[in-house]
């Protein structure tokens, strides 16, 4: 079970470095990329079964339920202003893009240095 936790950590990663460097390459001609949309979807649902994983004591990993519940509220309101930003292009600007590269390098620092 190792391996399944070890392959939904490098997917969860995956997935916010999708939604990084989707907004990075956005930020040229202000435009909302695609795949910070999958991305996003991606870092959610892997990040929802790690949570399950850890909890149900089958991966060996007992999760701190503060740092979850911090890293879920900040994924959240990347994932509103993701979905905002693609029904409605106009509102983004590079100040809306480095708001979500900004919270997004967050939530990855947030996994990294809480300990």
């Known amino acids: 079970m190792d391996t399944v936790y070890g392959i939904l950590v490098v ?12 907004v990075l ?5 202000v435009t909302l990329n695609p795949g910070a949309f999958h991305g ?3 870092a959610l ?3 929802i079964l790690l949570v399950g994983l850890a909890s149900s004591g089958v991966a060996g990993h007992e ?4 740092k ?7 994924a959240l309101a990347v994932t509103a202003m993701i979905v905002v930003g693609r029904r409605r292009p106009e509102l983004v600007t590079r100040g809306y893009l480095g708001g979500i ?7 990855v620092a947030i996994a990294v240095l809480w300990r």
């Open 63 to 66: 999760p701190d339920n503060a």
């Open 11 to 22: 997917l969860h990663l995956l997935g916010w470095a999708m939604v990084f460097g989707g």
């Open 45 to 47: 649902v892997t990040g």
């Open 40 to 42: 996003v979807l991606t």
């Open 101 to 107: 590269a900004g919270l997004t390098a967050l939530n």
């Open 68 to 74: 979850i519940a911090v890293k879920l509220v900040v």
């Open 25 to 29: 390459a956005g930020m040229k001609g």
